[in-house]
């Protein structure tokens, strides 16, 4: 099996890539390093099944030899970062996921989008379903993501109906694990960097908007188990334990053990105030729940923000 992976020196992609690895695949990360670090897949390049092209994928792309699969993850995915840059991330959801679907087209090949919880957006149904259509702000200044997102769900959906390209959605919840950056601007690594630092903690608004959590190797095995399945539509994948910032803060700071206080700042414009999966879809369809728990995917997580603060990275 060859399967290309677009974003492939992400945070999410890295951990991708080695999951295909060990299932024996042979592996092609295409990425721009925009948000993507050459170190996230430094210690792959040894293996002889799996190279880097560097190539931003909102540009055509032309893959010598049979591909497998596709999967695409290529796009800045925190609000500093899609902000930021704002233009380059509405291009990767709509010309890159065109490009990487005429990819999957051209070879006969599996294809799986990585959309996101933000499709949502300020939610009005709790917990959100697939089914959900979502209450997005087109217009606002998350809307570059959200509706990248939601035209890259269209057009796959495009491909499938129109080409019959065998295409799947995974729609991510927010997930925190190895190989974040101090400086993602989500709030896991805001927290720990700012509880490592013994900085204040930054809560936005009272604290009380909630977010569930999934580490990343649950995460990468419903989107490795959505791939191999026969189903084309969106597919929830997440934890549904569901936590307060404000508890979120107080868990950071126990685990680290920092005396940092607590600072309050508005909240920003469309900040979803909550966000839990229904994961009744995936536990049925794919038989995937999250099973690492909180605590110890945050052990381990604080584990390497510890050993990149002790490097002033």
Avoid at 150 to 160: G, Q
Wanted: aromatic share 8%; charged share 20%.
């Amino acid at each position: 099996m060859r399967t290309l992976i677009t974003g492939g020196a992400g945070f999410v992609g890295s951990h991708l890539c080695e999951r295909f690895l060990a299932e024996g695949h042979t592996v092609i990360a295409v990425d721009n390093f925009i948000t993507g670090r050459p170190v996230n897949v430094k210690h792959l390049l040894d293996n002889p099944k799996f190279r880097v092209i560097v190539h931003d994928v909102s540009k055509p792309l032309h893959i010598d030899g049979l591909v497998d699969n596709v999967l695409h993850f290529a796009s800045p995915a925190s609000p500093v970062d899609y902000v930021k840059s704002s233009i380059q991330t509405l291009k990767v959801g709509s010309l890159g996921t065109h490009v990487a679907l005429g990819i999957a087209k051209a070879h006969g090949a599996r294809f799986l989008l990585a959309s996101t919880s933000e499709v949502y957006g300020d939610p009005i149904v709790h917990p959100q379903t697939e089914s959900y259509w979502g209450n997005v702000n087109p217009v606002g200044e998350r809307s570059m993501y959200d509706e990248a997102k939601r035209f890259a769900e269209a057009m796959t959906m495009a491909y499938h109906r129109e080409h019959g390209v065998n295409t799947h959605i995974v729609r991510i919840f927010n997930t925190y694990g190895e190989r974040m950056r101090l400086d993602d601007g989500r709030v896991l690594p805001n927290f720990v960097g700012q509880a490592l630092r013994g900085d204040p903690l930054t809560v936005y608004g009272e604290g009380q908007q909630t977010r569930s959590f999934c580490y990343v190797t649950d995460l990468v095995d419903g989107i490795y188990r959505l791939l191999m399945s026969d189903y084309h539509y969106p597919v929830n994948c997440g934890n549904p334990v569901e936590i307060t910032i404000m508890q979120f803060a107080e868990e950071i700071l126990k685990l680290t053990g920092s005396k940092s206080t607590i600072v309050y700042k508005p909240l920003p414009p469309d900040d979803p105030k909550q966000r839990k999966p229904d994961i009744t879809l995936a536990r049925k369809l794919l038989g995937w729940e999250p099973k690492v728990g909180r605590e110890e995917g945050l052990k381990r997580t604080l584990a390497f923000f510890q050993q990149k603060v002790a490097q002033g990275g």
